[in-house]
T-cell receptor, first 110, second 118 residues
């Protein structure tokens, strides 16, 4: 089993739609969780950290479910500019190693 | 946010030659930097963890003699791909963690380096 797993997609959604991604992780001792966004042929950029209580930043909501070992990202009112690959990142327990999922590709259609 | 600069952004080299990629933290000190490789349509794969003033820690399957890492200062780590071959062509990207209190565990990425070996 991969340490971090994501559905690669692509998710094709119309503008204005709500879309959600999940990411599962295998190490129950993992402590830090993030969502990064990566545009084609660019470096990943931090979208948001994921806190135990869940957190929201504008149209984006991230949640953590430790019992089931997954994190989620919800995007409301999708914009064309949201088209990108969304990477789930988990901090390996007790280390500074960050493990990346394969990414979920999102295409928002006009 | 913190800034990490990577250079060169693109490089083409001949098979058998060596290529050096630099990663700098511009406005913070980074005792630890990470080197990743990303093949097309794949995820970032951690190659090694670069530790300032000590030897790098390589991930399983990564040849330390082929991918030389030097972290001589708190703001600079270099990755040298030695005796490059076409299969080494990839997107190499570094990241660093800002250890300043309050920065959390966020890591910041350099812009990445596209290596093409011909």
């Amino acid at each position: 089993r991969k340490e971090v797993e994501q559905d690669p997609g692509p998710f094709n959604v119309p503008e204005g739609a709500t879309v959600a991604f999940n990411c599962t992780y295998s190490n129950s001792a993992s402590q830090s969780f993030f969502w990064y966004r990566q545009d084609c042929r660019k470096e990943p950029k931090l979208l948001m950290s994921v806190y135990s209580s869940g957190n929201e930043d504008g149209r984006f909501t991230a949640q953590l479910n430790r019992a089931s070992q997954y994190i989620s990202l919800l995007i409301r009112d999708s914009k064309l500019s949201d088209s990108a690959t969304y990477l789930c990142v988990v901090n390996g327990a007790g280390t500074y190693k960050y493990i990346f999922g394969t990414g979920t590709r999102l295409k928002v259609l006009a | 946010g913190a800034v990490v600069s990577q250079h060169p952004s693109r490089v083409i080299c001949k098979s058998g030659t060596s290529v050096k990629i630099e990663c700098r933290s511009l406005d913070f000190q980074a005792t630890t930097m990470f080197w990743y490789r990303q093949f097309p349509k794949q995820s970032l794969m951690l190659m090694a963890t670069s530790n300032e003033g000590s030897k790098a820690t390589y991930e399983q399957g990564v040849e330390k003699d082929k991918f030389l890492i030097n972290h001589a200062s708190l703001t600079l780590s270099t990755l040298t791909v030695t005796s490059a071959h076409p299969e080494d062509s990839s997107f190499y990207i570094c990241s660093a963690r800002d250890l300043k209190t309050g920065s959390g565990n966020t890591i910041y990425f350099g812009e990445g380096s596209w290596l093409t070996v011909v």
